[in-house]
């Protein structure tokens, strides 16, 4: 018999909701298996990180300010004590969706299941990609390979939570300004090395290096591509999908550990951790 996933499409979603799912294991106590995907209401960039770092000269001079208690970017089991101050930055809005997976199962297999649910998709609409150093999926446009997908895994709490973000366009001209405040060059994820002369600085457009798949593809449809990456990832899994609706009170416990953490200056702009995790 197979085993049965709670699937949740919470569709457009506000930046406290945003927030408040990268922390959803914190706050909320899973039953079973949980898949869940969304995309931000509005096109911002999402800083990520666990560590007091200062990002002052950076947020001062944006309107919209997000900052996610996050460790994807972190595997190992001693993440509590290993400090690691890289803090990286996404992109996200309507036309980027995430999906994350909270399961037992083992994280290196499911991820690598759901990179290649992504490539296989990709395939499909005549998108040619390939794996980067890192847990990213590159795409090939006009003869450039650009980012178009993340991939990441946490294996150090109760449920393992294996994610995914795919864009289908982006605000790149946001990048470039972000990058352009950054003279303290804090955001590690925004200084590309360049191989051939070992150089950690990209000082080119950042649209040369990140991109959305409707730069290849313009036919693609948003919800029927994530349909069927998802489709494919949970049959892989041997996983049979129960759609589901968020509950009042996970809504409610979401939303309000997002609005905690957007109203928190300490937190917005140096980091500061308020909350036991």
């Known amino acids: 018999m197979e085993n049965q996933v709670r699937y949740v499409d919470l569709g457009l979603v506000s930046p406290e909701v945003h927030v408040g799912i990268w922390e959803y294991q914190h706050i909320v106590e899973i039953e079973q298996p949980t898949l869940i995907r969304w995309s931000l209401e509005k096109e911002t960039a999402t800083f990520f990180g666990i560590y007091p770092t200062d990002l002052t000269h950076i947020l001062e001079k944006l309107e919209d300010k997000i900052r996610t208690f996050d460790a994807t970017i972190l595997v190992e089991d001693n993440w509590r004590e290993t400090p690691n101050e890289n803090i990286a930055f996404y992109l996200e809005g309507p036309q980027i969706t995430n999906i994350t997976l909270f399961s037992k199962l083992e994280p290196d297999k499911t991820l690598n299941l759901l990179i290649d649910s992504v490539s296989k998709e990709c395939d499909k609409y005549g998108i040619e990609t390939k794996q980067s150093g890192r847990n990213d ?16 895994k946490i294996s150090v709490f109760d449920w393992v939570e294996t994610s995914v973000a795919i864009s289908y366009s982006l605000h790149t001209d946001l990048a470039n ?20 002369v070992d150089n950690l600085e990209f000082k080119g457009d950042v649209s040369d290096v990140i991109g959305g798949l409707l730069e290849k593809n313009p036919n693609i449809n948003q919800k029927e591509f994530d349909g069927g990456v998802i489709d494919s990832f949970t049959k892989e899994l041997n996983l049979k999908i129960k759609h589901d609706k968020i509950s009042k009170s996970e809504h409610e416990k979401l939303w309000l550990r997002g609005h905690q953490r957007l109203t928190d200056k300490d937190w917005v702009e140096r980091g500061i951790n308020k909350f036991d995790i």
């Open 177 to 196: 300004k972000i990058r352009d405040l950054d003279y303290k060059k804090t955001l590690k994820s925004m200084y590309v090395r360049d191989e051939e």
């Open 137 to 152: 999926t590159l795409f090939k446009v006009d003869g450039k390979w650009k980012k178009a997908i993340g991939n990441g």
